[in-house]
Structure formats: structure tokens, C-alpha cells
């Protein structure tokens, strides 16, 4: 398994670009997972259902299962992304990651407007719609999902 993070500013347009990324990968053959980075008051559940309510009451995991979907719920105290990563996704041959700026996964950053976040974060390349500086050695690609797929499939899922 290969992870890369997908950052930018706030309303950057990460995941919209994900979201036509995704199936440029699947068509090429990998099996693709996401991990969304989201603030702590933020709950994945619906408060006041019976998933909720389980959680609640102090089960370690809840799995929401029906014959089409599942999801798994559960709290941490901290416990590193990559764990998880690690215990649900090993099985994948990428996981892109929205968010996680601090981590130190490589990093691609979706640029629209501000200030880029190169430079000041290490990436490997910024993706963009318009002209943007960079630090030296960061490529910077179009905002096309097939020349960023070649990218990563060039710098991360090659052996």
C-alpha cells in the first residue's frame, strides 16, 4: 500500500479533483481507498441512532452493515492515522489522503487562490488551473486527473 496526501487551502477544490482522480486510477487497474481528514467536532455517526447509541454506551467498534454498504465506527485517543491505515487499507495499492498537512506522507498539493501551502510544507508537486510559484524542484502539473495519475503512478506506485 502506497499513500499520498492531497492538500490545499479550504475550498481548493481538493476533493472535487479527487473525485475525478479516483476513477483514472481505478481504470488503470488499482484498487484506491481515501481517508478524510476532518476537525474533531466532527462526528461520522448520527447522533441519536442506534450506531451512535452503541458507541455511546462504550463499544470499542461498531460496523454498520447492510448488504450494500458497511462502516465502521470507532473512537481513539490520538492514535496515529497510519495505524488505521495500516490495520483497514494494507490490502490496497493506493490511499489518498484529504488533509493530513502535518503528516509525513508525500504530499500533492490542489492549488486555486492565496498563497500556495509549497514551500512552506514540502510536496512533490502542485496541480493547478493557473500560474503559481513554487520552490525549485516541485513540479507543478494541470489540473488533469490522467497527468496526475502518470504522476503518482512515475513517483509512488512504481517499485
Known amino acids: 500500500m502506497k499513500v499520498i496526501a492531497v ?14 482522480l479516483i476513477p483514472a486510477l481505478v481504470e488503470r487497474g488499482y484498487r484506491v481507498g481515501t481517508a478524510k481528514h476532518v476537525a474533531p467536532d466532527v462526528e461520522p455517526d448520527h447522533p441519536g441512532k442506534d450506531t ?13 452493515y447492510s448488504d ?4 465502521l465506527f470507532w473512537d481513539h485517543d490520538g492514535v496515529p492515522v497510519a495505524e488505521y491505515l495500516e490495520r483497514y487499507m494494507a490490502d490496497l495499492d493506493l490511499v489518498l489522503l484529504e488533509g493530513f498537512k502535518a503528516s509525513d506522507y508525500p504530499k500533492i498539493e490542489v492549488f486555486r487562490a492565496g498563497e500556495p501551502l509549497a514551500g512552506r510544507l514540502p510536496v512533490l508537486a502542485v496541480v493547478s488551473d493557473r500560474p503559481v510559484r513554487v520552490p525549485d524542484g516541485v513540479e507543478v502539473l494541470p489540473l488533469d486527473p490522467e497527468t496526475v495519475a502518470d504522476f503518482l503512478e512515475a513517483e509512488i506506485l512504481s517499485p
Not at 451512535?52 to 460496523?63: D, M, P, T
Not at 450494500?68 to 462502516?71: E, I, M, S
Open 7 to 20: 492538500i490545499g487551502h479550504k475550498a481548493s477544490g481538493k476533493t472535487t479533483f479527487l473525485r475525478r
Open 68 to 71: 450494500l454498504h458497511g462502516a
Open 52 to 64: 451512535q447509541l452503541h458507541r455511546e454506551a462504550g463499544a470499542e467498534r461498531v460496523l454498520l
